[in-house]
């Protein structure tokens, strides 16, 4: 079982980038999808979640700039930032979950490391 995170790099604010998680395994029975993201010095955050049944959920920090989506076909799934802020910076880790009876498994990916510069 591996994700593998990618799409990271250095922008300059205001811009736009898309993080693409492929995963190893068949992410259509998943119960949650998700992008987290850790800055130095801090705890990682939230950044946007979906449910199996297509509920989203955002940190306030990027709503109405994030969008989570996936392709189930490809087994991948994504994260497009939109105007993006020297404090996104940070670096971005896919997760997802699966619910197995009482178990929760958590797999995540590797990070990819976003710079945005002022």
């Known amino acids: 079982v591996q994700l593998q995170a990618s799409g990271g790099g250095l922008v300059q604010a205001g811009g736009s980038l898309r993080l693409s998680c492929a995963a190893s395994f068949s992410i259509f029975r998943l119960n949650a999808i998700g992008w987290y993201r850790q800055a130095p010095g801090k705890q990682r955050e939230l950044v946007a979640t979906?449910?199996?049944?297509?509920?989203?959920n955002y940190g306030d920090s990027v709503k109405g700039r994030f969008t989570i989506s996936r392709d189930s076909a490809k087994n991948t799934f994504y994260l497009e930032m939109n105007s993006l802020k020297p404090e996104d910076t940070a670096v971005y880790y896919c997760n997802a979950q699966q619910f197995k009876g009482t178990n929760v498994y958590n797999y995540w990916g590797q990070g990819t490391q976003v710079t945005v510069s002022s």
């Open positions: 979906m449910s199996k049944d297509d509920m989203t």
